[in-house]
């Protein structure tokens, strides 16, 4: 069944850090992945898509299809930083999400 | 450009009842989608509608169902509300249908079902 999955709930780090969300993924085919992000008292928005190769905020992810991940990384965390983060498998035109991480990064 | 609207933003029903919930999309936008968020579950897909008519369905029970008008606004209905169905839900637009480009979001409705 497709699937992702997010291991971490919570991660905490201190400002200027280097932070790594993990995502892994279970899907038969060629999938096309992204990262949402919700900022506090803010709607779910589109942080990136692997297919646009882009780096936003400072964050990028690449799809390692060897490993089915789609690890988001930054390599200095800013305390603007904390939000929940999903995770996010398109699959027959429709988003299967994971159950998100929040991101804490402390001053 | 003003943003996804959802009303109400907060709902409280009891077991058995029926609610409708309304998503206007952004002005130009004519898929949206539909999302249930729960703690236990997560975000789980329920509809898609473009052009008014559903292109997707996700794993709900019959209970659930949707349909959009002709300038694009949707509403999702539930049937006999269950304690279960307790969720924010969530309705985002785009330009085209599928999530491969932006989906926006909105504030989500809080339903709660005693």
């Known amino acids: 069944a497709q699937r992702v999955t997010q291991p971490e709930k919570l991660l905490s780090v201190f400002k200027g850090a280097p932070v790594e969300l993990k995502c892994n993924y279970s899907y038969s085919g060629s999938p096309e992945l992204f990262w949402y992000v919700q900022y506090s008292r803010q709607r779910l928005q589109l942080l990136l898509r692997h297919i646009s190769r882009e780096s936003i905020k400072g964050f990028t992810a690449d799809l390692n299809k060897g490993e089915t991940s789609f690890h988001l990384k930054k390599p200095f965390a800013q305390e603007e930083d904390s939000a929940m983060y999903y995770c996010a498998l398109k699959d027959t035109d429709k988003l299967i999400f994971g159950t998100g991480t929040r991101l804490q990064v402390f001053p | 450009k003003a943003g996804v609207t959802q009303t109400p933003r907060y709902l409280i029903k009891t077991r058995g009842q029926q609610v409708t919930l309304s998503c206007s999309p952004i002005?130009?936008?004519?898929?949206v989608s539909w999302y249930q968020q729960t703690p236990g579950q997560g975000l789980q897909f329920l509809f898609e509608?473009?052009?008014?008519?559903?292109?997707n369905k996700g794993n709900f029970p019959g209970r659930f169902s949707g349909r959009q008008f002709s300038n694009s606004r949707s509403e999702m209905n539930v049937s006999t509300l269950e304690l279960g169905d307790s969720a924010l839900y969530l309705c985002?637009?785009?330009?085209?249908?599928?999530?491969?480009?932006?989906?926006?979001f909105g504030p989500g409705t809080r339903l709660t079902v005693t």
């Open positions: 002005s130009g936008h004519r898929s």
């Open positions: 509608y473009f052009s008014e008519t559903q292109r």
């Open positions: 985002a637009s785009s330009l085209v249908p599928g999530p491969t480009y932006e989906q926006y």
